[in-house]
């Protein structure tokens, strides 16, 4: 089923399975039709339904009620944390900033649990016991590989092999659903094999100044800007089913690069046509600006919706920055396109430093307003005590308040 919604459970988790020892068959397929083909696949097909349907919870919140912000808003998080690879160094983070140290709900993407690259460690759950916070992890795939690009050479196997997407909350979590969204390619195909889709995670939030929904949501990269627009039209359709209606706080990465990125060749024809723009132009007016033109689908949806996100984040402040320097982005890419096309890449940033910003992370709102004393904004130059890159993205950071909140 596409959707499950779960009250906190006692152990042993939903997503407890034991599928690991058929990962090495199931990875011989290259395609979903084949592998759903299988007599394999028929009789392990309840046992991975029933882990990719599941949302693992579980609470660690202090008996003492928290105190909210001064202001009386509430503040928000989002943040791809990247598998979650440096989870040590993102949880002091997430404890000690001056801002997300403050956060009353994170919505976090890209964690893992029990996959080598990051240690087989759980990290929703790390990071909920860390800080004192309930959680509420819901995976999206079952990976039949250790990861893409360098992720492949990560020391040790996978234990559980599940990533996904999740909660964290200072307040309590009352319910939690795991949203399935199509996928924008077959995730048999490929050196990275996986089983399951990406899956946004709504939870309802038990905040003192009023309920409200939190989102995590993480769109896919690669697909068509019309196929991240139809995922999040699932995602807003899920949410206005639910009763009572409440004010709604969608947040995470979207993917937002204004490239049609479902094939390879889309995209090296996408990019051709954005150099003939110009770099710079594209660079300042769509890279930083995608709503503008490649990805209004997606944000005309938002509007047509009633949802706020023009005022809900910081303006032309891009998220992801690429360098053509970063061994392990040209690592991944070049499991995907022609190493020539780094030289071309190469070429087209030569004026702008090797690097470019793009503007992947977002939060979009349903009965909230942003708090006029605290704009939004991005949260960049994060790093590690040893000076290392924590995560790929850069976190944005939203204090709001909601209708009942507001006299």
Known sequence: MDTLSLQQTATPSPLEHSLRPHFRELSQFHSTRALEASPLYARLRPEVEHVLNGVDQDDFTPEEAPTPLSSGAVRATAW??????????????????????????????????????????HVAREIAEGLGLAYAFAPCYVNLSKGSGLESGAEGENAEALHGNAVLSRWPIRRAWSVALPNGKDKMRGREKRLGNQRAVVCEIGHPAGPFRAVSLHLDAHSSQRHRARQMKVVLDFVERLNPALPTLVGGDWNTSTYNSRRAVYSIAGFFRRVLMGVGHVIDNHYLKPERWFERGLFRELERRGYLYAPLNEPGAGTLHYDVKDLAANTNMGEWVPRWCFWWIEWALRDHGGRCSLKLDWFAGSGIEPDPHNPPRVIGGLRGSGGEVLSDHDPIVLDFTTAEARP
């Open 80 to 121: 791809n944390i990247e598998r979650g690879i440096k989870l040590d160094e993102i949880i002091s983070v997430l404890r000690g900033h001056e801002l997300m140290g403050r956060s009353d709900v994170l919505l976090l993407t890209e964690l893992d649990y029990g996959m080598a690259r990051s240690g087989n460690r």
